[in-house]
């Protein structure tokens, strides 16, 4: 099994800035190789896709609403993958979770569907207040 723990969530006034941090564990994970992605969950409301990274970081892809604002990263050697939020807005409040893809023999594109992702963490709280 692959492990993820996210961390670097917190509360933050509109407009300021928050780093998310994924770190992976497992012999799983260090064997294969997984896109990665970040999704969040506001209470009442479906989880949506954020941003994801492929295995090599080289494509990545946001959705609408952060694009511009958040950046995402990753550092194999390290195990962790990162979200650089900046200038974040009251919309923009949940539960962030990441999520690990394991690579077809495709490739390792990333993927907007949660149900395309096979290991998960418990989430970290971000609140931005207005």
Request: charged fraction near 20%.
């Amino acid at each position: 099994q692959v492990q993820l723990v996210e961390s670097g969530g917190g509360l933050v006034q509109a407009g300021g800035s928050l780093r998310l941090s994924c770190a992976a564990s497992g012999r799983t994970f260090s064997m294969h190789s997984y896109a990665m992605g970040w999704f969040r969950q506001a209470p009442g409301k479906d989880r949506e896709f954020v941003s994801g990274i492929s295995w090599r970081a080289g494509s990545t892809d946001y959705a609408d609403s952060v694009k511009g604002r958040f950046i995402i990263s990753r550092d194999n050697a390290k195990n962790t993958v990162y979200l650089q939020m900046n200038s974040l807005e009251p919309e923009d409040t949940a539960v962030y979770y990441c999520a690990a893809d394991y690579c077809s023999v495709y490739g390792c594109r990333v993927k907007r569907e949660s149900y395309a992702y096979d290991y998960w963490g418990q989430g970290t709280q971000v609140t931005v207040s207005s």
